[in-house]
């Protein structure tokens, strides 16, 4: 069960000292049947195939549902080599084989075509991150099928690799691998490609609470007080 604490080191009213790094974040906070919204830093995303808003969170079937950035090729996630962190308030409901969480890939492909980015877990509960053809598997004790809320997280600071979940660190590797950015990719959540060859497979199951990626800034590399300012929410940019 994850144990939620009020944030630290993020000042009077907990303002997060890195919001000028945040590239994309909501805490979802629409109304139930919402097929579209504007994130907290105006980016636009719809939710696709009856993907929608319930009881503010991203709903995902598991099946061919999922949420897309609308706009392509958005150079706020091209990470390069340098720091960057992804994080998800997520709570899965069926332990099954591998689930993304987050990917950036070409809208029809199969993945001899290049990737750029996925991440997600398996269902022993080891999180796994592949840029490029390098990749990182944890392994350690993160157990997120019991129907509770769970953060977690990829952070890469100086070239290092770092895997965590609800406040402990899971796994590292340097990786200084740069994600491709080339014509046809979005960011999507719950799903590995639109379509095609192997569109739509390891989809998550589940929902998505809310989420924030960061460019430019690797918020964790040892184990860390979940940044929940209550509700499994995110501090305010």
Sequence with gaps: MLKVNNLIGFGAGLVDPYKNNIVAQSKLRFANGVTSYTDDTG???TLINGAQITGQAIDLDGTNDYAR???????????????FTLEFFIKPVVNYGFQHVCAMLPSTSTQS???????????????????G?????SSGSFSPFDGD???????????EIYLLADGVLL??????????TTSGRRLKFGVFIESGGIAYQNSFKGDILSYRIT???GRYTSDY????VGDYKFPAI
């Excluded at 809320?149 to 070239?159: D, F, K, L, P, Q």
């Excluded at 796994?171 to 491709?180: C, E, I, Q």
């Design 43 to 45: 980016k636009g995303v």
């Design 69 to 83: 950035f609308n706009d392509t090729n958005l150079t706020d996630f091209d990470f390069g080599t340098g720091d």
């Design 113 to 131: 075509a290049g990737f750029s980015f996925q991440f997600g877990f398996f269902s022993d509960g080891d999180l796994y991150i592949a840029i």
């Design 133 to 137: 053809a390098s990749s990182l598997r």
């Design 149 to 159: 809320y769970h953060h977690i997280a990829v952070s890469r600071t100086a070239g």
């Design 171 to 180: 796994g590292s590797a340097t990786m200084t691998t740069s994600p491709a």
């Design 215 to 217: 460019k430019g800034v």
């Design 225 to 228: 007080q979940v940044p929940d």
